[in-house]
């Protein structure tokens, strides 16, 4: 087969199985659109903005495994990107980004719409290529998508210069079946002897505890942490990107830890004797103050990235593998083990975390004329029977989510974790609704991250994906206002948004439904109304209570036993 | 504490750059840096020395690994090792100064390698220590001007980097 190199990117993309191909063109790029334009394998769904195609692209690979996929053109078109492989890039998210380039003979000649994106990118990439050669064009495509999807996942770029994918020029094409890269070689299997200590210790701690981040679901071990932690009948934490790693509804859950994780997971961390953390990163937002992190205790760490291990924290016993195939030796050697961890002190050690539980820590004013937005959240999981795949923007919202929506499921729960982007919601729900149109798939957001991606309404109709939008509106950038309500004497500085545009209006300018809920009451029937709309997009506009914090939260630099609790709370049951 | 790393790298544009921006994205001190093809041709091998905690060398050596162009690394000061950096010195030298810099030049086993009525340049090999200690020893108002290859290294005994 004789192609050009045009042709050999969209092939290259059909012989990776791609499905999607989000993107937005331009001159660097028109010889692919008109390759694209030829074939109709691979759907391509025009965004609005670039962020779009990233972050659409970014949602379609979290809930499904699969690499994401965007095409942009040179110059801004790539640079706009940035945000969204960035975004990508701190949570492990495979995607392969495909960028158009001035042609070769004027590259580094500050030509229009030139962008060195390779240089820009590089800190935010696990890799990047430049393709000078249509010859190499095959070979590196497929390096891209082995590189983003193998190991810890990640972003990789190509970028391609216009001459490149030119009608001109047609080559034999092959697509290599394996690709061998002799710098680049993962770990999958734990070291056998490590693994053993690691049991060991498992099995004689007293208060032992589980902290379960987002590579339990990057490496697809939900079902085996489940089967393992049940084994060992050891409570379990997950972090903000690890929530659907283990069931939220399950009794030995004891819900999200860090700055705004639960009492509970936070006391058990601070107290607990022997700590297996498994896919987590120690993120300065789980550790608080790195000095206090877990004072008693012994580390276990299971992460298929070296450098994520003792990189904040010092670890006792550190294994290199992937999570599912460390626990199915761990599961093994406990199972042909004669020793059982204690069962006074395990029951002992329940008993401390129930009296934990008993303070409530997530109770909220339930008799509030006013819409609290954790009263949203939770009619919103009950509303979903809490199978929805919820993608949420950043701030409060996002946090009121994670402690409300309590995901039995990986890969349910789609935010942007460590880079923390404001924009991601929107696009990310429309692709996860593309991967899954049979699914309910709500984008929980605020009116100051919800603008941020909004053009992506025109997506969102011209592809028919319809999603649910929640929308917490309390006038503020609430964790901002939050912020400044606590750290710097409720000195509101540029956090409320004085103008904002009429949502209902909005929606329906975009073609959608909009919906206003100002009142506790209409709260569940107005969620009801939204998802008998089965095939539109509906914006709902909650009008909250602009005062509402997020409890508990472990402020900048304190330890996870001090905590700020909500004045809802039963604190005076803990004490007594 | 000073550590002397070497690492095999693919010879690709970026590869360089992609070690350079590790190093000021994350914060760690680069003391110096050489890099060149070896007798493989697609291979650089790259001679860094950096310092820092135990903590921070373990750090650095698994961000670099990270690195997809890297093949390999090792840190050579953790090992019996030979270190060596190349200088040349160009002074002013005029009178009675011509022999007696050439007489330290001497002593420190340099060589001048070039000559005019006023100006030698004086070629020095050695560690570190040796070429601070000879342009200690030379008249700072004689120096134009001084280039330091930065430390490359290898191990002692039948061990070697390679892949």
Redesign the interface.
């Known amino acids: 087969m004789e192609l050009n190199g045009a042709e050999i990117v969209v092939q290259c993309l059909k012989d990776e199985g791609v499905e999607y191909l989000f993107g937005y063109p331009g001159g660097a790029v028109l010889h692919i659109y008109d390759a694209l334009f030829k074939q109709d394998a691979v759907k391509h769904i025009l965004v609005r903005h670039e962020q779009g195609a990233t972050h659409a692209a970014d949602g379609y690979a979290r809930s499904t495994g699969q690499p994401g996929v965007a095409l942009v053109t040179s110059g801004p078109g790539a640079t706009n990107a940035v945000t969204g492989i960035a975004t990508a890039y701190m949570d492990s998210i495979p995607l392969v980004v495909l960028s158009g380039q001035v042609p070769t003979p004027v590259i580094g000649s500050d030509a229009f719409q030139e962008a060195d994106i390779v240089g820009i990118t590089r800190p935010c990439v696990k890799h990047n290529f430049l393709v000078k050669d249509v010859h190499k064009l095959a070979e590196t495509i497929k390096k891209a998508f082995y590189i983003a999807t193998t190991g810890r996942p990640g972003p990789v770029l190509v970028d391609i210069p216009k001459d490149v994918t030119s009608p001109a020029i047609k080559i034999p094409y092959e697509y290599p079946k394996t690709v061998t890269l002799r710098s680049y070689n993962p770990a999958v299997k734990g070291h056998r002897w490590q693994i053993r200590k690691a049991v060991d210790l498992l099995l004689e701690a007293r208060r032992p505890m589980i902290y379960a981040g987002g590579g339990v679901i990057l490496g697809n071990a939900s079902a085996v942490l489940t089967d393992f932690t049940r084994l060992l009948g050891f409570p379990i934490t997950n972090t903000l990107m690890g929530l659907g790693g283990y069931p939220g509804t399950d009794q030995q859950f004891v819900g999200m830890l860090g700055m705004h994780g639960t009492y509970e997971a936070n006391m058990a961390m601070h107290e607990c004797d022997v700590l297996l953390a498994i896919g987590a990163r120690f993120d300065d937002r789980v550790t608080g103050k790195i000095s206090e992190f877990c004072p008693r205790a012994k580390i276990i760490h299971i992460d298929v990235d070296p450098a994520s291990i003792s990189k904040t924290v010092r670890v006792d016993i550190p294994i290199v593998g992937q999570v599912g195939p460390v626990l199915e030796d761990m599961i093994e050697m406990i199972r042909s083990s004669t020793k059982v961890p204690d069962p006074k002190a395990l029951s002992d050690w329940w008993t401390q975390i129930a009296r934990w539980r008993g303070i409530d820590c997530l109770r909220y004013d339930g008799n509030s004329s006013i819409i609290k937005p954790q009263y949203v959240i939770e009619q919103l999981y009950e509303a979903t029977a809490g199978a929805a795949f919820v993608t949420s923007d950043v701030g409060q919202h996002q946090m009121w989510t994670a402690q409300f929506y309590k995901f039995d499921q990986p890969r349910r729960w789609i935010n942007s974790g460590g880079l923390g982007t404001m924009g991601f919601g929107l696009p990310a729900a429309i692709g996860v609704k593309l991967a899954h149109p049979e699914s309910e798939v709500v984008c929980v957001t605020g009116e100051a991250s919800i603008v941020m991606c909004i053009q992506e309404l025109s997506t969102a109709l011209q592809y028919m994906t319809p999603i649910k939008i929640v929308n917490l509106n309390n006038r503020y950038m609430g964790m901002v206002r939050q912020w400044q309500e606590f750290n710097y004497e409720s000195r509101y500085s540029h956090s409320y948004l004085a103008t904002l545009p009429d949502f209902v209006k909005l929606a329906e300018s975009f073609g959608h439904v909009g919906m206003r809920i100002e009142k506790p009451s209409e709260v569940r029937a107005a969620l009801e109304a939204a998802f008998e709309l089965s095939d539109r997009t509906v914006f709902l506009d909650f009008i909250t209570d602009s005062t509402e914090n997020v409890y508990p939260m472990i402020e900048a630099g304190k330890g996870h036993h001090d905590m700020r609790l909500s004045p809802c709370s039963s604190v005076e049951r803990e004490l007594a | 504490m000073r550590h002397i790393i070497s690492i095999l ?2 010879n690709e ?2 590869a360089l ?2 070690v350079a ?2 190093f000021s ?1 994350r914060g760690y001190n680069i003391e110096s840096l050489s890099v060149a093809p070896t007798e493989d041709a697609s291979l650089s091998r790259m001679t860094l020395v950096t310092s820092g905690s135990d ?1 921070i060398i ?2 650095i050596t ?2 670099l ?2 690195l ?5 690394l090792i840190d050579i000061s953790e090992s019996a090792h030979i270190e060596r950096e190349l200088m040349m010195l160009k002074a002013r030298v005029t009178g009675a100064a011509r022999e007696e810099i050439k007489r330290l030049a001497d002593i420190f086993r340099g060589n001048i390698i070039d000559v005019t009525p006023s100006t030698y340049v004086i070629e020095l090999t050695g560690e570190k220590s040796k070429l601070d200690a000879f342009i200690q020893a030379v008249d700072e108002r004689a120096i134009i001007e001084v280039v330091r290859s930065g430390t490359t290294g290898i191990l002692r005994g039948d061990k070697g980097l390679r ?1």
């Open positions: 790298i693919e544009s970026g750059s992609r921006g590790l994205a903590e373990e750090q698994k961000q690994n990270k997809i162009e890297v093949v390999k892949l």
